[in-house]
C-alpha cells in the first residue's frame, strides 16, 4: 500500500500537481506508528484526478473528496481546499480550491494537518503540529470554538486521540469541549458508533470513559452509563466501590485479542443496576441482567448497530448471571449450552464480571472452563438428528403438535449426554417414555 500511494504521488508530480501524503498516516509515521492507509492531499481537482489516474470513485466530489483504486488499495484523495460555513455542524456549506497551507489551517487538530512529500522526504508543517506530537498535546487548530462548531463529532474524536496516543489537551481545547459538551447530542448515532468502536478496541477505554465523564461527553451520548456513577453495590461481595468503578474495572480485564461483541458486552454487562437498585436484606440488583439487555439494545439501536451484533450482545448481556448454572444441570441439557456459538464469549464475559470484583474469585470460572474444553472434546458440534417428527407421529400414532418437539429435544439432550446413538435406540427411548403401552412394534 505504501509503495502504491508512492507511485500515485509520482504520476501525479509529473503532471505538475503538487501531492503529499496528510493527516493520520503522517502523524502516525511521526509516532513510531505504521499507518492502516495512506491518504494523499493534491492540488489537482476531482476533474483532474479522474484523467490522471486510472480508477476514480467519487465520494464526495463536491468537497474535492475522492477514492482512487490502485493494486488491490484505496486511497481517499482530497484537493487542497479551504471550506466557508458549517450549518449543519458536519459538512462545510462551500469550500473553495486552494493551497496546502489554507488546507492545513482548515483541519481539526495540530497533529493530524501535516503534510509530508515522501519523494523529497520533506515535512510540511503550517500549524506546529511537530511541536504537539513532541508535547504530547492534543490541539485545535486555531480557535477551538470555531473548530466544534464546524463539526460536532471533534468533541469525541479529540476524547480519543488524547487517550489511545496517551497524550494530554492543550488548555484552549479541554475548555472548549466542556463548553460545547452538550453539541455532541447533535451527531448521528453512526459517527458515534464509529469513534466508540475505535476507543473500545484500545486498551484505553476505561480512561476515555473517565475523560468524557469529566467532560460532561458521557451524560449526553450514553446517559444510560453516566447512571452508573454512584451507584452503590452490597459490600460484601463487590468492595472495589460503585458500579461505574466495577464496569472500568472489568472492562479492564478484557484480553486485547477479545472481539469488538464481546467488548461491547463487557462494557453493557451491568447496565441495568442503575434501575434495578433497591435495598432489602442488602443491597439487591434483581433480575438486573435482563434490564441490562433491554437498555443495551436501546443503546445499540440509537447508535445504529447491525441487527446481528445487537441481538449477540444482548445475548451475552442478559444470560452472563447463569454462566454457573451450568455446573447444576444434566449432562445433556449442560452440553445444549455449550455448544451454542457464543457461549465461550459468555464465559469470557463472566471471566471479566469477576475480575472487576474485589475480591475476585475465578475458581469457579477455571471449573466450568474445565468442563467446557472436556465436553467440547467429547461432542464437538450438535448431533445429527436421529428421529423426525413425522417418524414419531407414525410409531406414537399422535398428531402434530407441541408434543412432537418437546420429544425431539428429549431425544436430542439424551443425544448430547452420549446415552443415545443409534435410531433404534432413540425409538425404544421414545416408546418407554411417551407411548402408554411402553412396547416398540417391529
Request: glycine share 6%; net charge positive.
Amino acid at each position: 500500500m505504501k509503495l502504491t500511494s508512492v507511485s500515485i504521488i509520482k504520476k501525479l508530480r509529473r503532471e505538475g500537481f503538487a501531492a503529499y501524503w496528510a493527516g493520520g498516516c503522517v502523524r502516525d509515521m511521526l509516532l513510531g506508528i505504521t499507518p492502516k492507509d495512506y491518504d494523499i492531499a493534491t492540488s489537482a481537482r476531482p476533474e483532474e484526478l479522474k484523467k490522471t489516474l486510472a480508477k476514480i470513485i467519487p465520494v464526495g466530489e463536491k468537497y474535492g473528496v475522492v477514492l482512487a483504486q490502485q493494486n488491490g488499495h484505496h486511497f481517499e484523495m482530497a484537493t487542497f481546499r479551504s471550506d466557508s460555513g458549517y450549518s449543519d455542524g458536519r459538512r462545510p456549506d462551500a469550500v473553495l480550491f486552494t493551497d496546502a497551507k489554507e488546507d492545513a489551517l482548515r483541519r481539526d487538530f495540530t497533529i493530524n494537518a501535516i503534510f509530508y512529500d515522501p519523494l523529497e522526504d520533506k515535512i510540511f508543517d503550517y500549524v506546529g503540529g511537530q511541536e504537539d506530537l513532541k508535547n504530547k498535546l492534543v490541539r485545535f487548530i486555531g480557535d477551538p470554538h470555531e473548530r466544534i462548531l464546524e463539526d460536532h463529532l471533534r468533541i469525541i474524536r479529540a476524547v480519543r486521540f488524547k487517550n489511545t496516543f496517551g497524550f494530554q489537551y492543550d488548555p484552549a481545547t479541554y475548555q472548549a469541549l466542556k463548553k460545547h459538551e452538550a453539541l455532541a447530542n447533535k451527531v448521528s448515532g453512526e459517527r458515534i458508533r464509529d469513534e466508540l468502536n475505535k476507543m473500545i478496541l484500545h486498551a484505553s477505554f476505561p480512561q476515555a470513559l473517565e475523560d468524557m465523564e469529566d467532560l460532561g461527553i458521557l451524560a449526553v451520548i450514553l446517559p444510560e452509563i453516566q447512571a452508573l456513577k454512584g451507584v452503590a453495590q452490597p459490600p460484601e461481595y463487590h468492595t472495589e466501590g460503585d458500579v461505574w468503578e466495577h464496569t472500568l474495572r472489568a472492562f479492564a480485564a478484557v484480553k486485547p485479542e477479545a472481539s469488538l461483541i464481546l467488548r461491547w458486552a463487557v462494557f453493557l454487562h451491568d447496565v441495568g443496576k442503575a434501575e434495578t437498585y433497591k435495598i432489602a436484606e442488602r443491597i439487591r440488583f434483581d433480575h438486573h441482567a435482563e434490564k441490562s439487555a433491554e437498555l443495551a439494545e436501546q443503546i445499540l439501536r440509537r447508535l445504529k448497530f447491525s441487527t446481528k451484533d445487537m441481538k449477540i450482545i444482548q445475548w451475552l448481556v442478559q444470560h452472563h448471571m447463569m454462566v454457573y448454572n451450568v455446573l447444576e444441570m444434566p449432562v445433556g441439557r449442560r452440553r445444549h449450552w455449550f455448544l451454542k456459538p457464543w457461549y465461550l464469549d459468555l464465559l469470557e464475559l463472566n471471566r471479566c464480571d469477576a475480575s472487576g470484583t474485589v475480591p475476585s474469585r475465578l475458581d469457579t470460572y477455571e471449573k466450568v472452563l474445565a468442563l467446557y474444553r472436556k465436553d467440547m472434546k467429547e461432542m464437538p458440534r450438535e448431533p445429527k438428528r436421529l428421529l423426525t417428527g413425522e417418524e414419531i407421529m407414525k410409531f406414537l400414532k399422535i398428531p402434530a403438535g407441541p408434543k412432537i418437539k418437546e420429544i425431539l429435544e428429549e431425544v436430542r439432550l439424551e443425544q448430547l449426554a452420549g446415552r443415545l446413538k443409534t435410531q433404534m435406540q432413540a425409538k425404544k427411548f421414545v416408546v418407554e417414555k411417551f407411548k402408554p403401552s411402553g412396547k416398540l412394534k417391529n
